[in-house]
């Protein structure tokens, strides 16, 4: 049976233009955008949504999120992969009411393959949530930035065995690493190139695989169709990655100016994730923001200050192609919309940072269907009140929510995201 609704009345920005343009309808068929303009005559039957004193664009895409991981990533963990799902499912349900139509998962820290799991369940339709793009796993060499046994007692062994199934170290065991989390559905390979700030045996400048390594897994997850990506924060880690042929850059907030231009030469995107990074980094020094975490990882925040301070200042200047993303996980996922002020603030503009969650971000998952306001894409639409190419908080106030057609949230409506 077929489903039409009209979106009338609000500015619509279609991901792409500078600006959001009044006076144009938006007709959905059977979860399509089958018609885009003035005076949209509806079908009989039609549900008439009326947006007025709204702007309507793309569905946003969160392209660095952990559904399955919480601020305290040794509580998010479970023996028992059923649990891990059941805990992820209010955080889809979160995101999905801020927008996010979209979402790329890179790695939970559990033994099971938990998030495959919900990938599935959403795509049958059995739970709301986003689109799910799934890294299972972080691959990460021994006491790389996905080794966190040194601060693990006797009871954690269940993360103990999770970091076991993702650990790799030279190209044999990398390759093994690779073609196990293929064969368990994985749509994106994600593994560690440098050090990290929450991981305890390790620095974010420091590189963790070889040049070697980092071509082995590269070339094996191209092999079997799979694009990479890593986390990455300095100089000689991004170089690497680049020449090994990745897609995206996680991170990247140690990046020089030079490190940005081989980016933006070799056409790989740059997923920045400031809201987390740049803001711990300007609190480096403030005793009561890190009152609860650990020793170790504010004195790498104040010893790398300047430089990510620098590095997004570099970032703003460059024509990077960046896409958002926020590492929604290692702080609550219902800040996550939090980011687009965030790249604001560190200047970048606010039609670069909403086109990074919508057409650049579609153009780096490779989802030609979403990320643009046309006819024929599929239908996931977004509406906040006001504009946020002229006030970036608007982003906060996402109240109108479409995917595949389906309307999942409603101006006028007080409940949640129906299950």
Same mark, same amino acid.
């Given at each position: ?8 009345? *609000?500015?619509? #920005? +279609? @991901? $792409? ?21 003035? !005076? ?10 009326? $947006? ?5 664009? %793309? ?8 559904? *399955? ?30 927008? /996010? ?46 080794? /966190? ?22 190209? +044999? ?5 690779v073609r196990q989390e293929i064969?368990? @559905?994985?749509? #994106?390979?994600? /593994? ?10 390790? +620095? %974010? ?18 092999? $079997? ?8 924060? !300095?100089d000689e880690g991004v170089r ?49 923001? #890190? ?45 996550? #919309?939090?980011? /687009? ?24 998952? @490779? ?36 995917? +595949? ?15």
């Open positions: 049976m077929t489903s039409s609704t009209l979106l009338r009345g *609000a500015l619509v #920005w +279609d @991901g $792409l233009a500078d600006a959001a343009e009044a006076g144009q309808e938006v007709l959905v068929t059977d979860g399509r955008i089958v018609a885009v303009g003035p !005076g949209i005559e509806a079908p009989p039957g039609t549900d008439v949504v009326d $947006l007025a004193g709204h702007t309507l664009t %793309p569905g946003f895409m969160d392209c660095h999120t952990h559904v *399955a991981v919480s601020p305290d990533i040794t509580s998010a963990m479970s023996s028992s992969g059923a649990a891990t799902a059941l805990r992820s499912l209010p955080v889809l349900e979160t995101l999905l009411r801020n927008g /996010f139509t979209t979402i790329r998962d890179l790695a939970a820290g559990d033994p099971h393959y938990a998030t495959i799991d919900l990938r599935n369940a959403i795509d049958a339709g059995l739970v709301a949530g986003p689109r799910m793009l799934v890294a299972p796993h972080l691959l990460s060499a021994r006491g790389g930035h996905g080794d /966190f046994s040194g601060l693990l007692a006797d009871h954690y062994q269940p993360l103990n065995r999770a970091m076991e199934l993702a650990a790799a170290d030279g190209p +044999d065991e990398i390759r093994t690493r064969r368990a @559905g994985a749509d #994106w390979i994600k /593994f560690g190139a440098t050090g990290g700030f929450s991981s305890p045996s390790d +620095d %974010p400048e420091q590189i963790t695989y070889t040049q070697e390594e980092m071509s082995v897994l590269v070339e094996t997850a191209r092999d $079997l169709g799979r694009p990479v990506t890593p986390h990455c924060y !300095g690497r990655a680049v020449k090994a042929g990745v897609r995206s850059i996680e991170h990247g907030n140690l990046a020089s100016a030079d490190s940005l231009k081989m980016i933006e030469d070799a056409g790989v995107f740059l997923v920045p994730t400031q809201y987390t990074v740049v803001n711990d980094a300007q609190m480096a020094f403030d005793a009561e923001h #890190w009152k609860r975490k650990p020793r170790f990882e504010q004195e790498k925040f104040q010893k790398h200050q300047s430089a990510i301070l620098s590095g997004a200042e570099h970032l703003a200047a460059s024509e990077v192609k960046i896409a958002f993303g926020t590492d929604a996980g290692m702080f609550p996922h219902a800040d996550n #919309w939090r980011e /687009f002020p965030a790249m604001v603030s560190h200047g970048i503009s606010e039609l670069r940072a909403l086109k990074a969650a919508t057409s650049v971000a579609a153009e780096m998952l @490779g989802l030609d269907n979403l990320g643009v306001i046309a006819e024929g894409r599929i239908a996931d639409l977004i509406a906040m009140p006001g504009n946020p190419l002229t006030d970036i908080e608007a982003t906060g106030r996402v109240d109108f929510v479409m995917k +595949d057609g389906i309307v999942h949230r409603r101006p006028d409506a007080e409940s949640g995201v129906p299950a």
